[in-house]
């Protein structure tokens, strides 16, 4: 595996990680129907664009498996494939955005309680809760800091 900052994200890359995006959260954001996971599909292009650091991981082929993106301090996202869960890779992005971006702050679905373990594994605790996501669904945020 290795780790490398997107310098430009290209349609081709842009559609590999959005497979990633949409299995990662198909395993794990049990609480969304299909058509949310369409509906939030529709915004992921733009969210991939915008982000300022977008750190990738691929595999020995060099196909993206995970990626993370990281604005100022703040982990804004953090998505693997599910086969390859398990592996250390969420562990490696994350420390690799704390040594290198500083990140010490993330916002996570309450309804994910996997995800919030291993923030809460990875050193991060609890600040503050809403009781919907920030585009008002009713999806309560955890937001998290070192």
Not at 7 to 21: C, G, K, N, R
Request: charged share 25%; hydrophobic share 40%.
């Amino acid at each position: 595996m290795k780790i490398l900052e997107a310098a430009e994200i290209t349609p081709s890359l842009t559609e590999q990680l959005i497979a990633v995006w949409e299995k990662s959260v198909k395993a794990t954001h049990l609480f969304l129907s299909e058509n949310e996971v369409e509906e939030i599909k529709k915004y992921v292009p733009q969210a991939l664009n915008g982000i300022a650091h977008l750190i990738i991981t691929e595999n020995k082929d060099n196909c993206p498996v995970a990626f993370m993106g990281i604005e100022e301090q703040k982990l804004e996202m953090l998505f693997i494939a599910p086969e390859e869960r398990g592996r250390g890779l969420g562990r490696t992005l994350l420390q690799y955005g704390i040594e290198n971006y500083s990140v010490n702050k993330l916002a996570v679905n309450e309804q994910n309680p996997l995800a919030k373990g291993f923030y809460e594994h990875m050193g991060f605790h609890v600040y503050k809760r809403t009781a919907h996501d920030e585009q008002g669904n009713p999806y309560p945020l955890l937001y998290m800091k070192l």
